[in-house]
T-cell receptor
Framework: KQEVTQIPAALSVPEGENLVLNCSFT??????LQWFRQDPGKGLTSLLL?????REQTSGRLNASLDKSSGRSTLYIAASQPGDSATYLC??????????FGSGTRLLVRP | EAQVTQNPRYLITVTGKKLTVTCSQNMNHEYMSWYRQDPGLGLRQIYY???????DKGDVPEGYKVSRKEKRNFPLILESPSPNQTSLYFC???????????FGPGTRLLVL
């Protein structure tokens, strides 16, 4: 059964710092991996989607990488801002068409 | 505006009283799915649908039913709700399972 793990569970950094969030999954038979952002009490906003054949995707200050063979993905946030404070979730679409989520990393960017 | 809508957004009900949470998307997406989010357990998929009349169980389907009679709608049915179904529910849709999944705003359900 596919399992997705995210570390760290929580992270607090000063504004302007570059940071890396980690996601790992146990079964490499995935269609894609998606990173989401969730603000308190709100829905999920899609940040980046990486297809299984791709190695990375970039959007503005965000860069996500995927190493399917080792079951790992990272989300790199450059020059962090207080507005980046949220919970970041990664999810894999597994071989049985199910979207499996990690437990998230709660990020606080201090002014 | 392209969106996934859910209704109601908040619901308080009692044990055993059947309820339906509606989900609708206006993007002509084929793949739709339901999730529940619980503290300490994260987001877990309840059911998904690859297209009209094609549905399958996710990881936590017990106590739930779904139907997909039209492409745009994917209602979640709780025929006899119990307190352990108190949760935050999300609906999502995507062009298909290989593309970005877009989430609705969520429905907060309390079963007394």
């Amino acid at each position: 059964k596919q399992e997705v793990t995210q570390i760290p569970a929580a992270l607090s950094v000063p504004e302007g710092e570059n940071l890396v969030l980690n996601c790992s999954f146990t079964d490499s038979a995935i269609y894609n991996l998606q990173w989401f952002r969730q603000d308190p009490g709100k829905g999920l906003t899609s940040l980046l989607l990486i297809q299984s054949s791709q190695r990375e995707q970039t959007s503005g200050r965000l860069n996500a990488s995927l190493d399917k063979s080792s079951g790992r993905s990272t989300l790199y946030i450059a020059a962090s801002q207080p507005g980046d404070s949220a919970t970041y979730l990664c999810a894999v679409m597994d071989s049985s068409y199910k979207l499996i989520f990690g437990s998230g990393t709660r990020l606080l960017v201090r002014p | 505006e392209a969106q996934v809508t859910q209704n109601p957004r908040y619901l308080i009900t009692v044990t055993g009283k059947k309820l339906t949470v509606t989900c609708s998307q206006n993007m002509n997406h084929e793949y739709m799915s339901w999730y529940r989010q619980d503290p300490g357990l994260g987001l877990r998929q309840i059911y998904y649908s690859m297209n009209v009349e094609v549905t399958d169980k996710g990881d936590v389907p017990e106590g739930y039913k779904v139907s997909r009679k039209e492409k745009r709608n994917f209602p979640l049915i709780l025929e006899s709700p119990s307190p352990n179904q108190t949760s935050l529910y999300f609906c999502a849709s995507g062009t298909d399972y290989e593309e970005t999944q877009y989430f609705g705003p969520g429905t907060r359900l309390l079963v007394l």
